[in-house]
């Protein structure tokens, strides 16, 4: 990608720290939803129906969310959904405070909270490149930094922060929680509002999800960047059902040591969410991409031969450090090349394909770990992601991203004023 563009928007640090403090409160919830769940039951099915409602929104709404997201003002949404998602937690925590919290309401909260999660990420990822301008420069440099924030505050400060809080009392995590929505709200709320890319088209809102979906599926570059995040969830999926297990028995890693090693991958995905534009730069876009997915797979590789602690750890610090710089470049690219009005509905759609692929690794992580030996899922795993890159390569290459950022120019791009709307239009053909 090339671009003369410098300087994010102020407007962008205030989406930045909305984010920040929005991840640090999933980060809480991440820890602190299920221990609150195994205060009131040791029914592991239970257990799992809580954690499982929460991606049931994507698995059921995916593709019409992102239909009226696209019919929706994006900023409006965003605060819309986290000043909802606030409100609804008053009502586990007041459930908690009176002691009448219950495995069906956490299950219900979990599953609305989910939704709301829904419409607000497709609508931030469809605001973002309204924001900047579609500038690609621009998309990687401020991804870089929305994923580091997250990663940083999910996955380091949000889970410890949860625990404790929740030895203060079951509703103090629920409150800390709602806090951090309401923060956000009011801070996205104070962001600049961009207007709809087109005026409301009168179609039905399963026809314009269909026509979003095929946007996606009849268009290569796009089908790739789908497929690297459904079929990688497959595979870590394959790998986290037996991960605890693994360290375990094969590394004699103890309980403390196990949160260490997901430290380790946890500071790869930062360092690699840091990397990604220079990746980008250096080697092409296209290219960063198909390096990055070849770095995944070779170290799930390292992680199954691990013969001790430290090389596993080390081989999940890499693992890491290409799903982050993944995560940057990918919906990067993703955003500055589809059309505005498209934009939610292509985002969600391949959100929804990554969300149903997780389950299904999950199921084959248990499977090949019970009928042969617990390290063929991450065997199976690398093999799974090695081909993917092959796959995929030709499709996400350096020649079809940038036909793809041409055709993507305001003059005669797709996303011009002149465009057709994408129902009675098929996607460019970039092959």
């Not at 309401?105 to 973002?128: E, N, R």
């Not at 088209?201 to 946007?215: C, D, F, K």
């Not at 790998?239 to 196990?258: C, K, S, W």
């Not at 065997?379 to 390569?393: D, E, G, I, P, S």
Request: proline fraction near 6%; hydrophobic fraction near 55%; aromatic fraction near 6%.
């Amino acid at each position: 990608m090339t671009s003369t563009a410098r300087k994010l928007p102020a407007g962008f640090g205030r989406l930045w720290t909305a984010q920040t403090i929005s991840s640090l409160g999933d980060g809480v919830m991440q820890a602190a939803l299920p221990l609150i769940a195994l205060t009131l039951t040791r029914d592991p099915m239970a257990l799992a129906v809580v954690s499982a409602a929460g991606t049931l929104p994507w698995l059921l709404f995916g593709v019409l969310g992102g239909a009226l997201v696209d019919r929706w003002d994006r900023r409006r949404t965003m605060w819309a959904m986290d000043a909802a998602r606030a409100v609804l937690l008053a009502v586990p925590a007041a459930a908690a405070a009176l002691d009448v919290l219950s495995i069906p309401l956490l299950a219900a909260v979990a599953f609305l909270l989910g939704l709301g999660g829904l419409f607000f990420d497709t609508a931030a990822t469809a605001y973002l490149p309204d924001l900047l301008g579609r500038e690609p420069v621009l998309l990687e440099r401020a991804n870089s930094r929305l994923r580091g924030a997250q990663t940083a505050m999910s996955g380091f400060a949000g889970p410890p922060a949860g625990s404790a809080l929740l030895a203060l009392g079951r509703a103090v995590p629920l409150l800390a929680d709602m806090v951090s929505f309401l923060l956000s709200a009011l801070l996205v709320r104070s962001l600049p509002a961009i207007p709809r890319p087109v005026a409301e088209i009168r179609e039905s809102l399963l026809r314009q999800a269909r026509a979003g979906a095929s946007y996606v599926f009849r268009d290569r570059l796009l089908l790739g960047l789908a497929l690297r995040p459904a079929v990688g969830n497959v595979a870590f999926l394959a790998v986290e059902t037996v991960l605890a297990l693994f360290a375990h028995d094969r590394l004699g890693i103890d309980t403390y040591g196990f949160g260490l090693l997901l430290t380790a991958e946890a500071t790869g995905g930062l360092l690699g969410a840091g990397i990604a534009s220079y990746l980008g730069r250096r080697l092409g876009t296209g290219t960063a991409l198909t390096c990055t997915a070849a770095v995944e797979g070779l170290a799930i590789l390292g992680l199954a031969a691990a013969p001790n602690p430290y090389v596993a750890g080390l081989a999940l610090a890499v693992c890491g450090a290409g799903m982050g710089a993944t995560m940057v470049l990918g919906p990067s690219l993703r955003q500055a090349i589809v059309p505005a009005h498209l934009m939610g509905r292509v985002a969600s759609t391949s959100r929804m394909l990554a969300m149903c692929a997780a389950p299904i690794g999950a199921f084959l992580g248990g499977w090949l770990a019970t009928t042969y030996d617990i390290r063929t899922p991450l065997y199976a795993a690398a093999v799974l992601l090695l081909a993917m890159t092959a796959v995929t390569a030709s499709m996400t290459s350096n020649r079809r991203v940038e036909a793809a950022l041409r055709a993507a120019a305001p003059a005669g791009g797709p996303d011009h004023p002149a465009s057709k709307d994408p129902a009675q239009e098929s996607a460019p053909d970039l092959l």
